[in-house]
């Protein structure tokens, strides 16, 4: 029993120290060895360890001398947005997770922030994951996890290995689930939620449509935005999940309409 709780204890400090590094690399692109032992108080050879079973897991990518963020996207806009308010993203990402239980189904669209919490959601299992998004299905479909994942077909978008297109949206209605969770380009009172592209809106609002709840994710950098396409009014939303209270007139709708508005840890 000592014994048990020895390992157990073992492995939860090696996943914190691994958790954090991974933020590192990704909030500062490359760091090297050195660096990343003197802010995790381990050695290099222990940090050389942990960067070779998360380069296994794609977290991130081993380099000579240190670690960079994956490639998993190119070099394009996409890569930059993962490396953009990374603590505020995972922080609401994993905040999102609490929220499902075993055996629910969800939808999840493409973006920056439900990429993390594609990464959260693989910690659990049971769960049923429908997504336009490869990388989002690839992080969810370990096989011990025991998830369902199934990745909606269409034109495929290499830059962010999106699918998108009227047979996307058209497939979404094949499904129920119980949550939609959502990563949105902006939301202000007049619009609600935006997105950049007519392709994504019209997924983002098929999803919706089609689950009990509404949780979106969002960072400060969303609010009283602009987007140049509607996918819902604010009075849909079942929860938001960001890292500070957006304004005055969008908490009063939200929760007028019975959302909830509830800040990541």
Known sequence: ?????????LHLKVSKRQAKLVEIVRKNE???????A?????????????LTELGKTGKIQKVHGGATMPKVF?????QERLS????????????????VQPHET???????????????LAQKSSLTIVTNSAENARL????????????????????NRQTLGSMVTAQVGAFRAHHCVLTIGALDCQSGLMEFGPEEAELATAMADQAEALTVLAD???FNALASFRVCPLGRITRLICDTLPSRDITDEIRDHGGKIILAD
């Not at 490359?30 to 990343?36: A, G, Q, R, T």
Request: proline content about 1%.
């Open 1 to 9: 029993m000592i014994q048990s709780i020895i390992i157990r204890s």
């Open 30 to 36: 490359k760091v090297s060895v050195e660096d990343l």
């Open 38 to 50: 003197a802010s995790l108080d381990a050695s290099r050879e222990t940090i050389r360890r942990d």
């Open 74 to 78: 190119g070099e394009g806009s996409f």
């Open 84 to 99: 953009m308010n990374v603590g505020a993203k995972v922080a609401i990402a994993r905040k999102a997770a609490e929220f």
């Open 106 to 120: 969800l939808f999840i669209n493409t973006g920056s922030t439900t990429y993390y919490l594609a990464e959260a």
């Open 140 to 159: 969810v479909s370990s096989p011990k996890s025991g998830n369902h994942t199934f990745l909606l077909g269409g034109e495929y978008i290499a830059g």
């Open 220 to 222: 400060r950098s969303k």
